[in-house]
C-alpha cells in the first residue's frame, strides 16, 4: 500500500481559476505534511508546510489538513501560467523526520 | 552559496566507471538525504544522515556508497552502475532534533539535482 496518494492528473485549469489538489495518506502517526513545487527539469521548491487542521493560507496557495479523514489538499487561487508545474505531496512517517512522497500532480494552466 | 547545491548537475557514465556526487548545504542543518528520482515515479529515499550518522539505507544497491564526512557535506559513490540506474539524484537538508525527539517540522530543502545517464 502507498503511504501518500495523489490524484494523478494531469490537472488542466484556466487562468485565474481555482486549482485543487488532493492527497491522501495512509499513516495515522504522520504529523506533518508538505507540498512541493516541481518545475520541469529542475528540483522540488517547498511552497507550503502544515501540522495542524483546517486550513493554511500562504499567498494565492491554501494548504486544507484533515487527520480524521487522512486527507490533505492544497488550492491555487487565481491560477496563472506559471503555476505550471508538477505537485508533490508529502508526509513524515509517524512523526519521524523522514517523508514519504506522492507520485505528484501535473497541472497546466491554460493562459 | 546559499542554500542546497549539488555538483555535477549533469553526469553520463558508462558502467565500469567510478564516479561521485557532491551535495553541500549552507542552511546550518543536521540531517541530509539522498533522494532517487525516475520518471513517473514518486522520489524515492536512499540515504539519511542525522547529526554525521547514517540513519537509515532503504535497500539500495551496494553500488551507491554515501559519505558524510561533516553536517554540511554529503557524497555519493557510485560504481559499475547499471543503465536502469539513470534518474535524477538530489540532496536535501532538514533540521532535526535528535535523541528521538519528534519533532514535526521536518522541511526538507533540496538542491538542484544531478541529472545521471549510465550508459
Known amino acids: 500500500q502507498k503511504e501518500v496518494e495523489q490524484n494523478s492528473g494531469p490537472l488542466s485549469v484556466p487562468e485565474g481559476a481555482i486549482a485543487s489538489l488532493n492527497c491522501t495518506y495512509s499513516?495515522?502517526?504522520?504529523?506533518?505534511f508538505f507540498w512541493y513545487r516541481q518545475y520541469s527539469g529542475k528540483s522540488p521548491e517547498l511552497i507550503m508546510s502544515?501540522?495542524?487542521?483546517g486550513d493554511k493560507e500562504d499567498g494565492r496557495f491554501t494548504a486544507q489538513l484533515n487527520k480524521a479523514s487522512q486527507y490533505v489538499s492544497l488550492l491555487i487561487r487565481d491560477s496563472q501560467p506559471s503555476d505550471s508545474a508538477t505537485y508533490l505531496c508529502?508526509?513524515?512517517?509517524?512523526?519521524?523526520?523522514?517523508?514519504?512522497f506522492g507520485a505528484g500532480t501535473t497541472v497546466t494552466v491554460r493562459a | 552559496e546559499t542554500g542546497v547545491t549539488q555538483t555535477p548537475r549533469h553526469l553520463v557514465m558508462g558502467m565500469t566507471n567510478k564516479k561521485s556526487l557532491k551535495c553541500e548545504q549552507h542552511?546550518?542543518?543536521?540531517?541530509m538525504y539522498w533522494y532517487k528520482q525516475s520518471a513517473k515515479k514518486p522520489l524515492e529515499l536512499m540515504f539519511v544522515y542525522s547529526l554525521e550518522e547514517r540513519v537509515e539505507n532503504n535497500s539500495v544497491p551496494s553500488r551507491f556508497s554515501p559519505e558524510c564526512p561533516n553536517s554540511s557535506h554529503l557524497f555519493l559513490h557510485l560504481h559499475t552502475l547499471q543503465p536502469e540506474d539513470s534518474a535524477l539524484y538530489l540532496c536535501?537538508?532538514?533540521?532535526?532534533?535528535?535523541?528521538?525527539?519528534?519533532?514535526?517540522?521536518?522541511?526538507?530543502?533540496f538542491g538542484p539535482g544531478t541529472r545521471l545517464t549510465v550508459l
Open positions: 536535501a537538508s532538514s533540521q532535526e532534533t535528535g535523541q528521538g525527539i519528534k519533532f514535526p517540522y521536518n522541511e526538507q530543502f
Open positions: 502544515i501540522y495542524s487542521n
Open positions: 542552511l546550518g542543518h543536521n540531517a
Open positions: 508529502a508526509g513524515d512517517r509517524d512523526g519521524d523526520y523522514k517523508l514519504s
Open positions: 499513516d495515522r502517526g504522520s504529523q506533518s
